[in-house]
């Protein structure tokens, strides 16, 4: 089945310490990107990547950083997260112009 | 900023009625738009894509598209309950790989 994976699902954790967030997509997509989702203020472009080792930032990517080894996953990094990067995040694989989310990762920062 | 925007509703229509949700975009130059639809609690799924003026259909849902007045619609058809959920438009400004989403448009169909 063609897939988008996201893990965790759900985190609570304490500012300043470092996570991860993994993607990965079966589909040998070359184009992945990683969004938040907070009320409000819809989806929000935070990286994404054209193929491996090629990223680029989006519209916030402020707070986080990225990396592409494989051309299947696309893990999301905050070294140092703070409250205001509590959200819903999804990460995307992409096919010609159309998306393909994964399931979201619903993080807290206390 | 490249602004997509939507009216964020709610939207109420009955069972077996059309719903139309628009959407408006800021940047002249966009080449693609598609409409993705959203469950409470679940990611967005695509519905629609279209990239040049006029009429797209594809079963219930016809997505039309003006450039030139900057707009870009959904229709469902026959709308059914399991329509409800929220529906986001996507932007992507043909310049590069950012796509732009409104804060979407929430659709409660009545049984």
């Known amino acids: 089945e063609a897939q988008v994976t996201q893990n965790p699902r759900y985190l609570i954790t304490v500012t300043g310490k470092k996570l991860t967030v993994t993607c990965s997509q079966n589909m040998n997509h070359e184009y992945m990107s990683w969004y938040r989702q907070d009320p409000g203020l819809g989806l929000r472009q935070i990286y994404y990547s054209m193929n491996v080792e090629v990223t680029d930032k989006g519209d916030v990517p402020e707070g986080y950083k990225v990396s592409r080894k494989e051309k299947r996953n696309f893990p999301l990094i905050l070294e140092s997260p703070s409250p205001n990067q509590t959200s819903l995040y999804f990460c995307?694989?992409?096919?010609?112009?159309?998306?393909?989310f994964g399931p979201g990762t619903r993080l807290t920062v206390t | 900023q490249k602004e997509v925007e939507q009216n964020s509703g709610p939207l109420s229509v009955p069972e077996g009625a059309i719903a139309s949700l628009n959407c408006t975009y800021s940047d002249r130059g966009s080449q693609s738009f598609f409409w993705y639809r959203q469950y409470s609690g679940k990611s967005p799924e695509l519905i629609m894509s279209i990239y040049s003026n006029g009429d797209k259909e594809d079963g219930r849902f016809t997505a039309q598209l003006n450039k030139a007045s900057q707009y870009v619609s959904l229709l469902i058809r026959d709308s059914q309950p399991s329509d409800s959920a929220t529906y986001l438009c996507a932007v992507n400004p043909g310049t590069g790989n950012q796509f732009y989403f409104g804060t979407g448009t929430s659709l409660t169909v009545i049984p």
């Open positions: 995307a694989s992409r096919y010609d112009y159309e998306q393909y």
